[in-house]
């Protein structure tokens, strides 16, 4: 009898314990159960844990400093990160500045021209892209016999009449943005992909 309400006193403790360390006020601000999980060890891009006395009860850190401190005193804004100078441009990951062209702008597309040079390798790249990513609908040659292009319907006939003098921007537009019943590929294809397979349907499939 004794041990069952010596256990039952343990257990209330216990849980007056666990109730009142719930709680955070003023300077305190609670305890944590497992902080690993809520601070990162790392440096964070975007904050920084600027006490550094943060997390000392369980650091190894060799400079004595407390476990989640990951500040970098000399960034604005408490970011680890550095912000880009003014004006900066991303880059897509093939080195490209970012296609701003909308799709209804298909005639200022119409005057760009390649920045690649149509060597015998962008061409031989660009006719596998072409049959990676064209010739199902459009066909191997270009004629728009594709199989896939049978259940679409209406897909052009790239060597057919008015298609053959259809300037590279323009071809390199049609694939980025789509037109017509034709999608956009400018999310799966990079843009100096989509030149080589341009190149491609102008010097193969539109001068056989
Ligand atoms: C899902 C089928 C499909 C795929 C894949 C496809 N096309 Fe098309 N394409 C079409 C259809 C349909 C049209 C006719 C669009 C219209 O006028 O409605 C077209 C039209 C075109 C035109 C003519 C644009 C114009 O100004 O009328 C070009 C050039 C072209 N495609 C090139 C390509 C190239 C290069 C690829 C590969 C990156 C490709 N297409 C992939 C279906 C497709």
């Given at each position: 009898m004794k041990i069952k309400r010596y256990l039952y006193t343990i257990a209330m403790a216990g849980v007056a314990f666990?109730?009142?360390?719930?709680?955070?006020?003023?300077?305190?601000?609670?305890?944590?159960?497992?902080?690993?999980?809520?601070?990162?060890?790392?440096?964070?891009?975007?904050?920084?844990?600027?006490?550094?006395?943060?997390?000392?009860?369980?650091?190894?850190?060799?400079?004595?400093?407390?476990?989640?401190?990951?500040s970098n005193p000399n960034n604005p804004h408490g970011m680890n990160m550095r912000e880009p100078v003014e004006n900066t441009v991303p880059r897509t990951r093939d080195g490209y500045l970012p296609y701003r062209l909308k799709a209804f702008e298909l005639e200022k597309a119409a005057e760009l021209k390649s920045p690649i040079e149509a060597t015998d390798e962008v061409i031989a790249e660009g006719r596998v892209l072409y049959t990676q990513y064209c010739a199902t609908c459009h066909g191997a040659g270009g004629e728009g016999d594709g199989k896939a292009g049978e259940v679409v319907g209406g897909v052009a006939n790239l060597k057919g009449g008015a298609y053959i003098d259809l300037p590279e921007g323009h071809i390199f537009h049609v694939i980025m943005k789509g037109k017509g019943r034709m999608g956009a590929h400018g999310s799966q294809i990079p843009q100096e992909r989509i030149w080589k397979i341009v190149h491609y349907v102008k010097q193969e499939i539109q001068k056989q």
């Open positions: 666990g109730v009142a360390s719930c709680g955070a006020s003023g300077d305190h601000p609670g305890y944590e159960y497992a902080p690993q999980m809520y601070n990162s060890v790392a440096y964070e891009p975007l904050s920084q844990i600027k006490n550094e006395d943060e997390g000392s009860w369980l650091s190894s850190r060799e400079d004595g400093k407390g476990e989640f401190f990951n």
